[in-house]
């Protein structure tokens, strides 16, 4: 049973930074598509960014939202099965719910920051910009 748990979120002013991770257990495949995704109010889940957490390391490789580019940086922690998003330059437009969402295959298809397909989801965590 795969767990996804999100953490560090919270309010922050227009032009901050936060740091969310999300730890995954019950996972036993090697490699798969681990990212971040959020809601607005009113707005459909979307893609922010995701990364291939490959075998070999130099194989991974990230995808970023054309709104977040420059701003974000998100990396994966192999020993501790855990992803990072590093969120700088906040703006409001970021304020969102932020999911944490994992599958073994989604970032070996064409569209890996679409919400469509992720196996795994986890509870969300709030980030709010003022």
């Known amino acids: 049973h795969v767990q996804l748990v999100e953490s560090g979120g919270g309010s922050v002013q227009a032009g901050g930074s936060l740091v969310l991770s999300c730890a995954a257990s019950?996972?036993?495949?090697?490699?798969?598509?681990m990212g971040w995704f959020r809601q607005a109010p009113g707005k459909e889940r979307e893609g922010v960014a995701v990364?291939?957490?490959?075998?070999?390391?130099?194989?991974?490789?990230?995808y970023y939202a054309d709104s977040v580019k420059g701003r974000f940086n998100i990396s994966h922690d192999n020993d501790k099965n855990t992803v990072y998003l590093q969120m700088n330059s906040l703006k409001p437009e970021d304020t969102a719910m932020y999911y944490c969402?994992?599958?073994?295959?989604?970032?070996?298809?064409?569209?890996?920051?679409?919400?469509?397909?992720?196996?795994?989801w986890g509870q969300g965590t709030q980030v709010t910009v003022s």
């Open positions: 969402a994992l599958d073994r295959l989604r970032c070996l298809t064409a569209t890996p920051l679409s919400v469509q397909g992720y196996s795994h």
């Open positions: 019950g996972y036993t495949y090697t490699a798969g598509c």
């Open positions: 990364i291939y957490t490959a075998t070999y390391p130099g194989d991974s490789r990230a």
